[in-house]
């Protein structure tokens, strides 16, 4: 049988170091009854977005982006190359159907954790309004679930001027009574991004709001410690929701709503290593990144860093 020396006809080139293990390689695709720690899907929606966006994309990229990392943590001097994450792949969304879309997420999202074949999840957008199917389906198999949201917005829009977008999730969950208001913390709600009417809205639900200024004069992780504690003696399940759109332009290009004034990429990923730690956090979803507008993947590579944040606790 011919061999070649140097051809691998139908695989990638890959420098491979024998000392170093890439967090790719922990990451298999789910088969019937495997068993992980991590289970990730891909909800590659980006149709319902109120500005031209190909989140959809994003799942593929930011998988992608993770090859670029280890899985060795200097700073705690610990190899994590024995954490096994299972991909359960991407959902099939409908071409024009939203609605059907929508159904399909909660659908997807709901059989994954049906497996039981992991202790904690991550979702990949997408759009921000995959979190409400998402949300949905763990707040039916788990019960009262807390939500932190790392975002620019309320997400609370009307339905009237559009129906179901990436700027309605979380008046979704409010108003379908899957979620309480008092169960939602908003972080980074940046200063000339919202309207008065969605601000009221929250109020008027007891969410939790910390803006931008608030996280300048506490700092994130103080306020991550304090409202992680606080959700965990009122709920059963801690949820993250990350919009990259709360982080500033300068360090997430690839957003469809970037701007000024937003958290460094070091506040953000120090914000999800301390919400991580307590053992009632166990989903996060990541959406929010069009790879078309990106530079040099800078907006999915700190995002897979924020997934290794999530991971490697």
Not at 18 to 37: M, S
Not at 114 to 130: E, F, P, S, W
Not at 247 to 276: H, M, N
Request: proline content about 4%; hydrophobic content about 35%; charged content about 25%.
């Amino acid at each position: 049988m011919f061999e070649f020396q140097y051809l691998t006809p139908g695989q990638p080139v890959i420098f491979k170091d024998q000392y170093v293990t890439k967090v790719t390689e922990c990451i298999k695709t789910y088969k019937h009854d495997a068993k992980g720690d991590i289970g990730i899907i891909g909800l590659p929606v980006s149709k319902s977005s109120i500005s031209p966006s190909l989140a959809a994309d994003a799942p593929k990229t930011v998988r992608n982006a993770l090859h670029a990392y280890s899985t060795y943590s200097g700073e705690r001097n610990h190899d994590f190359k024995d954490i096994h994450v299972l991909d359960f792949g991407d959902v099939h969304t409908h071409p024009t159907n939203l609605i059907e879309t929508t159904e399909r997420v909660y659908i997807s999202v709901r059989e994954m954790i049906q497996t039981n074949a992991c202790k904690r999840y991550i979702m990949l957008g997408g759009d921000h309004g995959v979190s409400f199917p998402s949300i949905r389906a763990f707040h039916e198999q788990f019960g009262r679930i807390g939500v932190i949201q790392w975002d620019a917005h309320h997400d609370v829009r009307n339905f009237e001027d559009g129906g179901r977008t990436n700027g309605t999730p979380f008046r979704s969950l409010l108003d379908g009574g899957y979620l309480n208001g008092e169960d939602l913390i908003q972080i980074g709600i940046r200063d000339y991004s919202n309207a008065e009417e969605y601000h009221n809205y929250c109020i008027r639900n007891g969410v939790t709001i910390y803006t931008m200024d608030d996280i300048d004069s506490m700092g994130i992780v103080s306020i991550i410690q304090k409202e992680t504690e606080r959700l965990a003696q009122k709920v059963d399940f801690i949820y993250l929701s990350v919009d990259m759109d709360v982080v500033d332009q300068a360090f997430a290009p690839g957003c469809p709503a970037i701007g000024p004034g937003g958290l460094t990429s070091r506040e953000l990923l120090s914000s999800i290593s301390k919400a991580v730690k307590h053992p009632k956090v166990k989903a996060m979803d990541i959406v929010e990144i069009d790879p078309s507008k990106d530079v040099r993947d800078i907006t999915s590579r700190l995002a897979a860093h924020v997934i290794i944040r999530f991971m490697y606790t």
